[in-house]
């Protein structure tokens, strides 16, 4: 499974001394849960075997290794993340896990452009300040057709 790696790796969870605070991007609903989530040193969510929250987990985490451009409709990658090279290849195969996790990430998204546009703008404003992000292309098969876009 591609994302057994990030229980191991929890990079994503940490904050190295001298980036300051990484605030987690809460939708309208979350932040009715958690108020406000940072990261200071570690998530405080953060378990010997990954996040704690389970399926409560905030959507900015659940996209993460992905950040989307909602302005200009693109994708991007934290380049600091040793998933990206297996996610890119396995985005060629429509049934990977990689596949899955873009397809899911891209309704959710197509969901919050309309009841919650601006956690999408100030979430991807998170990312560019806090990750080094690089262009993903959206594989073909994971593409709307133009009827439906």
Do not use: W
């Amino acid at each position: 499974m591609l994302f057994d790696h990030c229980a191991k790796c929890q990079s994503c969870c940490h904050v190295d001394s001298g980036f300051g605070t990484l605030e987690i991007t809460l939708t309208k609903q979350e932040t009715k849960v958690f108020r406000h989530l940072c990261i200071e040193d570690q998530c405080e969510h953060l378990g010997e075997n990954g996040c704690n929250l389970g399926d409560r987990k905030p959507l900015s985490c659940q996209l993460y290794p992905l950040s989307f451009d909602p302005e200009l409709k693109k994708y991007y990658f934290d380049a600091d993340c040793p998933l990206l090279p297996e996610y890119k290849r396995q985005l060629k195969d429509s049934g990977s896990d990689a596949s899955n996790h873009f397809r899911e990430m891209n309704t959710l998204i197509e969901e919050m452009k309309v009841v919650d546009p601006k956690f999408l703008s100030r979430n991807h404003e998170i990312d560019l300040d806090f990750f080094e992000l690089v262009p993903l292309r959206q594989p073909s098969h994971l593409k709307k057709p133009q009827h439906e876009r």
